[in-house]
């Protein structure tokens, strides 16, 4: 692994609604500069959003300064298509490839959760450790994995996106009863993906589909705290449906740190019960907590950026 710590890098860290845009002078640090409405729409107009921020920002820095980009989507390391259901303006285009052309520049291109797990891996609370996967526990479930300070991107990009692929259990008993793990149809296509249960939103569809009734992530988690029975019981199904799938994970990779991203992050006390269910099924024991939240829960994608955009 080559790392040139001392040049500067530019970073953006594209979403469906923004682009955040920052200048790197070192590794895992980044100063945000400007943030931008995303022209999802339009290949072309995106070009030129991006032309304008490294003009407006480029003084003082030689022109053909590297670009790095953290990006809702699946990257294909073979294509370098992305497949982003939010930014459909990137249909068709190879991004780093045709980016670097237009922009005379080297780009990089990596997914967002694959940045967060970069950023963890390197300056975070996985920081120097072999084998770390970032995990997203957001809106939906997404991750990435690194392994030895390179990022493994996988056939299509799809390394580490433990959301997809069904949930094989069936019932869970919660208070001596036997409760039927509702298997609902995803957005990839497929049924039964850990991602309908599994995030915040999945959170929510549990806890309605145990009682009946409609909370936020937020309401479900603060009424677990206050032991409030119902809310005690979604938490219960929820960990047991989360954990059971994350030990597998790490059973598969060999992981030394989970280090957790996204919404739920933000709640120590639901990632210290997910970690102490985890580690009741792992393979090999681990004294030191095992999954844990990352320290770049909000910035992870520039400060994973900065760190893409200095290896080769
Ligand atoms: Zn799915």
């Known amino acids: 692994m080559m790392v040139n710590t001392g040049t500067v890098v530019f970073c953006a860290d594209i979403g469906g609604s923004f682009i955040k845009f920052g200048l790197s002078r070192q590794q895992g640090e980044v100063t945000e500069l400007a943030r931008v409405a995303t022209p999802a729409q339009s ?4 070009v030129l959003a991006l032309q304008a921020l490294l003009t407006e920002h480029g003084d003082g820095h030689p022109e053909d300064t590297p670009l790095a980009i953290s990006t809702a989507g699946l990257v294909s390391p073979q294509s370098g298509e992305v497949m ?4 459909p303006g990137f249909a068709g285009h190879n991004l780093a490839a045709e980016l670097s052309q237009v922009l005379k520049r080297r780009v990089s291109v990596a997914n967002d959760a694959d940045c967060f797990a970069l950023a963890e891996a390197h300056v975070g609370e996985g920081m120097g450790l072999p084998i770390v996967v970032g995990v997203i526990l957001g809106t939906g479930v997404g991750g990435g994995i690194v392994f030895n300070g390179q990022l493994v991107r996988g056939h299509g990009g799809v390394a580490g996106e433990w959301g997809h692929g069904a949930i094989t259990r069936t019932e869970l008993v919660l208070d001596n ?4 793990i509702p298997r609902l149809p995803c957005g990839c296509g497929q049924t039964g993906c ?5 995030g915040a939103r999945g959170m929510e569809r549990l806890h309605h589909e145990l009682h009946q009734q409609s909370l936020t992530s937020q309401q ?3 009424g677990w705290q206050d032991e409030d029975a119902q809310s005690v019981l979604t938490i219960e199904a929820w960990l047991q449906l ?3 799938p994350l030990t597998l994970l790490v059973n598969i990779i060999g992981a030394t740190k989970v280090v957790v991203g ?7 006390r639901l990632i210290a019960a997910l ?3 985890v580690r009741q099924s792992t393979l090999h024991s681990y004294p030191q907590p095992l999954v844990v939240p990352g320290k770049f829960v909000s910035q992870g994608g520039l400060v994973g950026a900065s760190v893409l955009g200095r290896q080769r």
Do not use: K, Q
Not at 84 to 87: D, G, K, V, Y
């Open 220 to 222: 479900i988690i603060s």
């Open 242 to 244: 989360v954990g059971e």
């Open 262 to 268: 996204g919404g739920l992050a933000t709640v120590p």
């Open 275 to 277: 970690d102490e269910r």
């Open 194 to 198: 850990l991602d309908m249960l599994g």
């Open 43 to 46: 290949w072309d107009e995106f």
């Open 177 to 180: 009863n036997l409760v039927r």
């Open 84 to 87: 982003a259901t939010n930014i």
